[in-house]
């Protein structure tokens, strides 16, 4: 069953969906320190799931969820990334070709917040400097155990120009927003690098995009290396 939320229509898809109907790949990363509840988030937003006896992430898994945002069909290719310390030389590799990024801390835990900084600066060392950031407080659930304030994130977030949004991977709480504000986000670079890179023009001096597809092929190892223009449009 599809819903509705803010204009975007989120198709609940299988993996086999026909090719021919996606129009962009995004590769988003989800980050942060271990224990904060990113895999948690991203099983709520993909599967609507929530799972108590959830394990650490090793190294790097992915999953994709399908929307349609201003007409266009967006597979989302969102990989979680482990947090522990052990594991982050392992997970730089995988901000390259990333259009996007969820930074998720625990608002329980002000270490989680204080690393927030780093999770940051290592992003823009390693991603395209046009990366979507959306800054997350997870467990929102928990206010009676509440560390880090809001207004402490969103000074931070407004500081380094980041989307914010406090969440609750448990009750799914604004989960689905924040990934659908993120894909609009992505869109809207995407499309405005599009027609910059086209030059179309309309007779008053408007750019406007010809149809056409942005996709990101898959590398071995699971390494996503570069986005792709198809030749082709079914638009």
Same mark, same amino acid.
Not at 30 to 52: C, H, M, P, W
Not at 72 to 94: F, L, M, N, P
């Given at each position: 069953?599809?819903?509705?939320?803010?204009? /975007? %229509?989120?198709? !609940?898809? =299988?993996?086999?969906?026909?090719?021919?109907?996606?129009?962009?790949?995004? $590769?988003?990363?989800?980050?942060?320190?271990?224990?904060?509840?990113?895999?948690?988030?991203?099983?709520?937003?993909?599967?609507?799931?929530?799972?108590?006896?959830?394990?650490?992430?090793?190294?790097?898994?992915?999953?994709?969820?399908?929307?349609?945002?201003?007409?266009?069909?967006?597979?989302?290719?969102?990989?979680?990334?482990?947090?522990?310390?052990?594991?982050?030389?392992?997970?730089?590799?995988?901000?390259?070709?990333?259009?996007?990024?969820?930074?998720?801390?625990?608002?329980?835990?002000?270490?989680?917040?204080?690393?927030?900084?780093?999770? /940051? %600066?290592?992003? !823009?060392? =390693?991603?395209?400097?046009?990366?979507?950031?959306?800054?997350?407080?997870? $467990?929102?659930?928990?206010?009676?155990?509440?560390?880090?304030?809001?207004?402490?994130?969103?000074?931070?977030?407004?500081?380094?120009?980041?989307?914010?949004?406090?969440?609750?991977?448990?009750?799914?709480?604004?989960?689905?927003?924040?990934?659908?504000?993120?894909?609009?986000?992505?869109?809207?670079?995407?499309?405005?690098?599009?027609?910059?890179?086209?030059?179309?023009?309309?007779?008053?001096?408007?750019?406007?995009?010809?149809?056409?597809?942005?996709?990101?092929?898959?590398?071995?190892?699971?390494?996503?290396?570069?986005?792709?223009?198809?030749?082709?449009?079914?638009?």
């Amino acid at each position: 069953m599809n819903q509705e939320m803010n204009g /975007v %229509e989120v198709e !609940r898809v =299988h993996e086999n969906i026909v090719h021919d109907r996606i129009d962009y790949v995004f $590769k988003v990363v989800v980050l942060g320190d271990s224990a904060v509840g990113k895999t948690q988030i991203l099983s709520r937003f993909v599967k609507n799931e929530f799972y108590f006896d959830s394990k650490s992430t090793i190294g790097v898994e992915f999953q994709t969820k399908t929307v349609t945002i201003n007409d266009k069909v967006i597979k989302a290719q969102i990989w979680d990334t482990a947090g522990q310390e052990r594991y982050r030389a392992v997970t730089s590799a995988y901000y390259r070709g990333a259009l996007g990024a969820m930074l998720v801390y625990d608002i329980t835990k002000r270490q989680s917040f204080d690393h927030v900084a780093r999770w /940051v %600066e290592e992003l !823009r060392t =390693h991603a395209d400097s046009s990366i979507v950031i959306m800054l997350i407080g997870n $467990k929102g659930d928990l206010v009676d155990k509440r560390i880090v304030t809001t207004e402490d994130a969103l000074e931070f977030a407004q500081d380094q120009n980041l989307f914010f949004s406090e969440t609750s991977a448990l009750s799914g709480e604004n989960v689905e927003s924040a990934f659908i504000t993120l894909l609009q986000e992505i869109n809207r670079v995407v499309s405005k690098k599009s027609l910059e890179s086209y030059g179309y023009r309309k007779p008053n001096g408007d750019a406007t995009l010809k149809g056409s597809k942005i996709d990101i092929i898959s590398g071995p190892e699971l390494e996503i290396s570069q986005m792709k223009k198809l030749s082709s449009c079914s638009c």
